[in-house]
């Protein structure tokens, strides 16, 4: 069976997801990992430093303005599993609004960011990228603290980097996530309504700073 954005959707529904060998690879695989990373988003840490970055404000933060450039930019690297059809079934999930993407600008510079996909109260969590300091910190802080003002309830990452466990991420089993995946589903959320907040909300709002 040939992957569509319909199936892509499906996968995520119960709790499966896409990636290929190599960015050259037209072979895709389901993935289904018996330890699942995921973000608490109540538990999120914000270091010392990575506060002082924020509230120098030295960065842009919008949504959704160049989710082809995020997808491009997490896949801009020597290995990738973003081939050609997964970029485009992606970019098709964001056209039907599916997807979404959180972009960090320096000036007119898309310099990090992540992107994802959203069905009921969960946020599937694809990639990340980052072209200056902190710049993916920065984007998943912002992304923490939509989620929450959107009423989201599971931030899944599907593995655990130790950058990831840095700030806050944790491995739960495929059955606890399961469990949390199907509350979600039940849910609703919304991810563009939120406005923008200013680093001081963000990191006022967001409870573990050390």
Request: glycine share 8%; charged share 25%; with cysteine.
């Amino acid at each position: 069976m040939s992957l569509t954005p319909e199936l892509l959707l499906h996968g995520y529904s119960i709790g499966i997801f896409p990636m290929a060998e190599h960015r050259e690879d037209p072979d895709i695989f389901w993935v289904d990992p018996k330890r699942r990373g995921v973000f608490p988003l109540d538990r999120f840490h914000i270091s010392r430093s990575l506060a002082r970055r924020l509230k120098k404000a030295q960065y842009r933060i919008d949504i959704n303005t160049d989710f082809a450039g995020v997808v491009d930019g997490c896949a801009d690297r020597t290995e990738t599993w973003i081939n050609g059809e997964i970029r485009a079934h992606y970019l098709s999930l964001f056209d039907s609004g599916h997807a979404h993407s959180l972009e960090v600008w320096d000036g007119d510079e898309l310099v990090g960011g992540v992107y994802g996909v959203v069905l009921g109260a969960a946020f599937f969590g694809e990639s990340m990228f980052s072209r200056r300091t902190d710049a993916s910190k920065i984007a998943l802080a912002y992304l923490v603290d939509r989620l929450r003002q959107g009423g989201f309830t599971l931030f899944d990452t599907q593995f655990v980097t130790d950058h990831l466990a840095s700030l806050g991420a944790e491995e739960i089993s495929r059955a606890s996530y399961h469990r949390k995946l199907r509350d979600a589903l039940m849910r609703q959320s919304d991810f563009t309504g939120p406005a923008v907040p200013t680093p001081q909300d963000v990191i006022q709002r967001i409870t573990q700073i050390s």
